[in-house]
Every structure is written in C-alpha cells, then in structure tokens.
C-alpha cells in the first residue's frame, strides 16, 4: 500500500510556473513509477510524464515536453512537477499515481487526491 498527497497548486497567470509536489509514503519500496495526470473540467484524465524511482528513465507526452519537467528526491519520498510557461487550457486537477511502468497505457493503481491548478489570462 502507497500513500499519495499532492501540494503545490494555486491560481498563476499565464507565462508563469508552479511546482507540484507529491509525497509518498506507506511502502515506498516497492515503487517502481510516478506519473502525473490532470483532469480539466468535462474532459478525461489526461496522462502527462512518469519517472522512474529508481533509475533515470522518464516519459513525457509531446504537449508538455520541453514546457514540464519531471523529477524526484527519494530521500524525502517525494516527487515533483516543475510547469512553466503555463497556459490557461492547463487549467486542471492534477494528480499523482504510483504506476507499474513508464508508459502512457501502463497500471496506475494508487492516487493522491489532486491539487488544482488555475492558469488565468
């Protein structure tokens, strides 16, 4: 059993950055992945990066590369989302999930609540 508690959310204009944090505690050991996913108002969760907790690999989905940037302190159980240049249509909840791989299609069997994040223009 892990434990998710995401922070970090807020209301930013756009151009600018938040960083969201998810902590994880319970049987950390046994993690394999993060991922981050949001959730906008009438539309589907929506899968964004994952990052291995052991080793180095990470994935992205083409719409955040080079504007989101994922990363991880397993000294703290904690892993991050850097977002910059946000824009309003990032507007969502977003959440993290301990996963069984990288991949977008991979099993995410464990979630935190969410934090929201307001872009406005």
């Known amino acids: 059993q892990v434990q998710l508690v995401e922070s970090g959310g807020g209301l930013v204009q756009a151009g600018g950055s938040l960083r969201l944090s998810c902590a994880a505690s319970?049987?950390?050991?046994?993690?394999?992945?993060v991922g981050w996913f949001r959730q906008a108002p009438g539309k589907e969760r929506e899968f964004l990066a994952a990052?291995?907790?052991?080793?180095?690999?990470?994935n992205y989905i083409d719409s955040v590369k080079g504007r989101f940037t994922i990363s991880r302190d397993n000294a703290k159980n904690t892993a991050y989302l850097q977002m910059n240049s946000l824009k309003p249509e990032d507007t969502a909840i977003y959440y993290c999930?301990?996963?069984?791989?990288?991949?977008?299609?991979?099993?995410?069997?464990?979630w935190g609540q969410g934090t929201q994040v307001t872009v406005s223009s």
């Open positions: 990052i291995s907790w052991h080793g180095s690999g990470t």
């Open positions: 319970g049987r950390t050991g046994s993690l394999y992945a």
């Open positions: 999930a301990a996963g069984h791989g990288l991949a977008e299609g991979d099993l995410y069997d464990f």
